[in-house]
């Protein structure tokens, strides 16, 4: 037996050094264990966030989001309306392509161009859509004509990636994927990818900013928890992202990690339906009644004052949030500083019942998601709980994504949770869709599902879509915030925090709203 | 025999047609792909657009006739989520998936057989016993939470082997393998080992169930009173007899790993196929999902085929009675 044992060190020990050999551990390389990546290498082809942040390092988009969403210049150094539906950008000089060749206008141009083309199901014409056309007007100079006056427009460019001229009209996926047209401006080459698999990327040295770090940097896709967490443990990678809570408390303690925490854009929001009658109506003593309690803002606000949310972060996210009391994050474009802290009180929920004509409160059945956002069913669950204490007997279902999109799209639920990302960095994007009414032609409201609707709250968002002038626009926005969510149009409960960790004492990661891990951005620790 | 491979090929068919319907059937019971895909910006006339490019407008009917009909002309559509040929992306990681199932297997049966001849011929021996209880272990404790042990001790604790993800790899035989070296070696062994568990468990009992039934009945001890050696009577006439139910169990496993090792494939995230067919269920992505399973149905029919030409090798009687 002993015997046995020595032959398995020595021929793990010689598998070992096998391992060692192939994966030269080199200071200037950063190997990074991320939950998502692209789903092809053309930056036209989807929008999903993780596709962006991968694709940021081979490509540069028009106008760039800091840490908070705010911009920044990008492959533009300036941007400024020369009339209501004119938008002039002062394209970067001096700007090298991966193949060597100078970023004009043109490229910019191409690239807008391109978009309906290519884009896939995830459309990046939600982007584009504001553009009528684009006019070159100089090497470095563009104007981009838009179908109505679009105050929004550098937002959407901040995920306008730039793809050289020269890769043509006809290039697709196969061809980005193998490299062959992934030419971009970015501080990063293409080395190799492979769906699902490992991104390999290496320093450009022609790269108009600041010179990254790292010489070579490869992201692994692992998208299970405990093995993206073992790979970290283990060293074969040096930093992951999406920290679940419970390793978060373990890995504060751990003398080989460092962790670095970041508010998130993401946010728990419940939705109550308000539509005449509801698709499966409450229950009252065990009698379905056919009139809809939510509509009585009366209900809404018991709902809302029901819910503890210092208990939601503390004990159900395990410390990885914060109680919200709006949509997005109060220092974005449009967010509200004068609302309050939403407060917790059971009993006056108990009296707004009552007064609503529910004394015995009502049962009703209660929608969220189990796989798409961390503790998505935890937080439903527990809440359920909090207003069983108010009298309220509330079924909650965690469903699969997959099936409460489609549910969710078609109508059918009567109250639901779920998660919403400002991505954008500014209000319109948010209350656009989720509180204007429901309105197909002009696209607004287009996850408006509740049947929320408020003229006050139609005309403010509707003046801030056509207002250039930016102070202007941010009160109309602000307003915007104030009135929707006193209505409870959606009740918002927590903002979500997101969780890095690393090798103890290798790097410094910046914290980001967008939780982008993004190599050029990491810096080694001094 | 050749109308014996048309029967099964025209099995293989029925089963195709009948699963790519409830495949249909299942995705539109859940609803739109487009709804999970889309971005939350979205208009909602661009929604409309998108169902409208995709064709999922139709009526499913039509959708259902489109596909087989491109299906006929060998083409089994595009990924939703990739854009690429959905044979294509299937093929470029069925390699991946075939190393490790081979590998399991090859663990399972080199230990298995051996392990579970010894449990039936010396069945009241403490060695046997211990050899039963742990393939109990093996089938009852569920897959991931070994995997995570393994990975723990091996990776986590001691250092000796990589916690996850697939080693280089090299071509062998045409196919990128990454068992061709010691460094993809040092990669295979936790998952290959953590997929064998479950069928090492299932070959020791079955060999050890039908070496006992065996070792009991007359031509054991006539060969003995011939006066063969031990290892001859087991070598020879014991394993020979116990052989058809372990090349069944033993095709039956070989088929499931191959399409279903995605437990293993998560936790050690092996870039397999079961990988794929789990995240495209998780987005709807149809064409991915019908593909997938309509391949599985081949692989299994064919594995069952080469099951049966088998057991004629190994049992004239079987050879026998088919051709008469």
Redesign the interface.
Known sequence: MKLNFKLGGALAAALLAGTMLGGSVSAQTLTMGLRAGPDSIDPHWSTLGSQAEALRHIFDTVVMADENLQLKPGLATSWKPVDDTTWEFKIREGVKFHDGSELTAEDVKFSIDRIPVVTGPMSMTIYTKQVKETKVVDKYTLHVITKAPAPTLPNDFVRLFVVSKSVGMDARNEQFNSGKAAIGTGPYKYVSWEPKGDLVLERFDGYWGEKPHWQKVIRKEIPNDPARMAALKSGQVDLVNYVPATDYAAMQKDKAVDTFIADTVYFFNLTPNVKDTLPKPVKVEGKEITENPLRDPKVREALDLAIDRKTLVRVVLEGLGKPANQLMPTNFFGGSKSLPERPYNVQKAKELLAAAGYPKGFEIDFFCTNNRLPGDAAVCEALSQMWARAGLKVNANALNGTVFFPAQQKGEFPLWMSGWGTLTGEASYTYGSLVHTADPKTGLGAFNKQGYSNPEVDTLLEEGARTMDDAKRRALFEKVTDVSMNDRALIPTVQLQTVWAAKKGTMVIPPRVDQETLAYEIKPKS | MIGFLIQRLLQALLVIVAMSIIVFLGVYA??????????????????EA?IHR?GLDLPLIQQYFVFMSNMLHGDLGES?????PVLS?IF?RFPATLELALTAMLIATCLGIPLGLWAGYKPDALSSKAIMAFSVLGFSVPTFWIG?LL??T???E????????R??VSTVLGMPLSIG???G??YI?LPAFNLALFKLGLLIRLTRAGTVEVMSSDYVRFARAQGLSESKVVGLHVLKNISIPIVTVFGLELGSTLAFAVVTE????W?GMG??II?S????DRPVMVAYLILVVFLFVLINLVVDLVYGQLDPRIRVKASS
């Open positions: 859940i609803g739109n792909p487009i709804d999970v895909m889309i971005d939350p910006a979205s208009d909602q006339a661009l929604r998108l995709y939703f989520i990739y854009r690429l992306l470029s995570l990975i723990m091996f990776a986590v001691l250092g000796w082997l990589p916690s996850g993800g080693g280089p070296s010691l460094e070696l040092s062994i998560t936790v050690f995230n870039p990988k794929l995240d269920i998780t987005v709807l």
